[in-house]
């Protein structure tokens, strides 16, 4: 018994009321998975006109303007029809341009915030603007080392410093190639330090679930067993100590 093949493609919808097909956008719309949207900064580089190198006929470029960039695809809807841009737009945002001179660089990313999480590497995220910041709700940030990144709260990266207006930050994640135990207790330090940002200017505040995560390993820590995690390290150290006196190591 031959079986149809499923639709990849419903001809009629067209042709269905307008008030269904808008509901249907908006039922796709509230069924679509929360993405990873990575963000990060590139430079534009154009070729000079009439410029190819006499010696070996290549194009010499001139470096152009810094831009935010994402590899994930614009939200399928934004062109699909105008009916589900309409909608689509209801959720996502143009956001992450980057201000160039006098003038805002018209590229962009669309951004849906509430479900979004903006997995973000440090040089980029300190290029996004305060009221962006502000809109973000779940983030993971990507650093390379505890001393550029978290250090004594004042080398390079000043934590609330820049986090300060993350005010409606529901997750954050670190993500880190070093051991967790080498972050101290950074957890804490920044849970405490988003209550005392926020918690008497917003009603009710609650700070975001912190969690460091350790790449390669992606060991976890948080809030509840940073602790542990600390302890650990502490051990670990005075074994390696104990080690390096055995063998007659400074």
């Excluded at 900064?41 to 070729?47: A, H, L």
């Excluded at 004594?152 to 997750?171: A, C, D, P, R, V």
């Excluded at 790449?215 to 390696?240: C, F, K, P």
Aim: charged residues 25%.
């Amino acid at each position: 018994m031959a079986y149809p093949l499923p639709l990849d493609t419903f001809h009629p919808f067209p042709r269905l009321p307008k008030e269904l097909r808008i509901e249907i956008w908006k039922v796709h719309l509230a069924a679509l998975e929360p993405r990873l949207l990575r963000v990060w900064c590139k430079v534009s580089t154009e070729p000079i006109e009439d410029s190819k190198d006499p010696e070996d006929g290549h194009e010499r470029y001139v470096e152009g303007e810094q831009h935010q960039s994402s590899p994930n695809p614009v939200p399928a809807l934004l062109h699909t029809s105008q009916e589900s841009r309409y909608e689509a737009r209801r959720h996502y945002t143009r956001a992450f341009s980057l201000r160039n001179g006098s003038t805002v660089h018209q590229r962009y990313i669309w951004t849906n915030f509430a479900t979004d999480t903006i997995k973000i590497k440090v040089g980029s995220f300190l290029r996004i603007n305060k009221e962006e910041r502000k809109r973000i709700q779940h983030m993971s940030i990507d650093t390379d080392c505890p001393i550029c990144f978290y250090g004594s709260l004042t080398i390079n990266f000043n934590l609330m410093e820049n986090f300060k207006y993350l005010e409606n930050l529901k997750h954050l994640e670190i993500l880190c190639p070093s051991p967790l135990w080498s972050w101290g207790g950074a957890v804490k330090e920044l849970t405490d330090g988003f209550r005392e940002c926020f918690g008497e200017s917003i009603p009710g505040y609650v700070p975001p679930d912190v969690r460091f995560v350790q790449t390669g390993t992606w060991w976890e820590m948080d809030i509840h067993n940073y602790a542990d995690v600390l302890a650990y390290g502490t051990e670990q150290r005075s074994l390696a100590r104990a080690r390096w006196a055995a063998e007659g190591r400074s």
